[in-house]
């Protein structure tokens, strides 16, 4: 049975778990949520009350699995390819864990932070903390430009884990934050990282959906 994927095309986090997907040539059933429609989204809900995708259903374990690096884990752990995402080596599989949590908590969080600022009402916005992720991001963009000078990928020679989260992440900082000019090993990560077709198939298939990101809110 076939493993059924609760998502968005334009989603970032849902676009990490669709790379690990395409890397493999993984097939899936797709369910797309709509957040904004109730029945969409109660029908979600029902299924992870917390309704934030990705969600993964494997009926055939009878096993429900949110949460985009461990939706990854587990297609690495059930049907592995010929990307590892999670290295055979015990040490690479940690530098990929490790990078994977820089990406989501230190690059892809401030800049859901910023985004979802411009969503807010005129008189909501959180001032403080929207600087507060454009520190953190420039403080993160200074230390993938140090780590970038090193390595090809994210965790070391070889696509990881670690790139899924990379990829979403940066290309919606980049929106919001652009990378700098003088950064040119992060500069070249992210042309690698555009470059790869499970990436450049992800950005197509979203493309339908750019209306929905906001633009910088005025005053
Ligand atoms: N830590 C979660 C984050 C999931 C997440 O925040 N997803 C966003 C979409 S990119 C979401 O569901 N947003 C809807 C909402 O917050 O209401 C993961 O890695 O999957």
Redesign the pocket.
């Known amino acids: 049975m076939a493993l059924r994927l609760y998502y968005?095309p334009f989603?970032?986090?849902?676009?990490?778990?669709l790379i690990a997907f395409y890397e493999n040539g993984i097939a899936f059933e797709p369910e797309i949520v709509d957040?904004g429609d109730a029945k969409s989204r109660a029908a979600f809900a029902a299924v992870w009350p917390l309704?934030?995708?990705?969600v993964l259903r494997d009926e055939a374990r009878g096993l429900t699995l949110?949460?985009?690096?461990?939706?990854i884990e587990y297609l690495a752990q059930t049907r592995p390819g010929t990307a590892q995402l999670i290295p055979a080596d015990a040490d690479l599989a940690l530098q990929a864990r490790l990078w994977d949590r820089f990406y989501?908590n230190y690059v892809?969080v401030p800049m859901?932070k910023i985004v979802g600022d411009r969503l807010r009402p005129a008189d909501s916005h959180d001032t403080h903390g929207v600087a507060e992720a454009r520190t953190l991001l420039d403080t993160a963009y200074g230390m993938i430009e140090r780590e970038m000078a090193q390595r090809t990928w994210a965790a070391g020679e070889d696509f990881t884990l670690a790139d899924c989260a990379a990829a979403p992440a940066l290309y919606y900082a980049n929106l919001v934050q652009p990378l700098g000019s003088e950064q040119h090993h992060l500069k070249a990560y992210f042309d690698r990282l555009m470059a790869r077709p499970s990436f450049a198939r992800v950005v197509e298939e979203a493309k339908p959906y750019r209306h929905l990101f906001p633009k910088e809110a005025s005053g």
């Open positions: 968005h989603a970032s986090f849902c676009q990490k778990a957040l309704a934030k995708f990705p949110a949460e985009s690096s461990i939706v989501d892809h859901q």
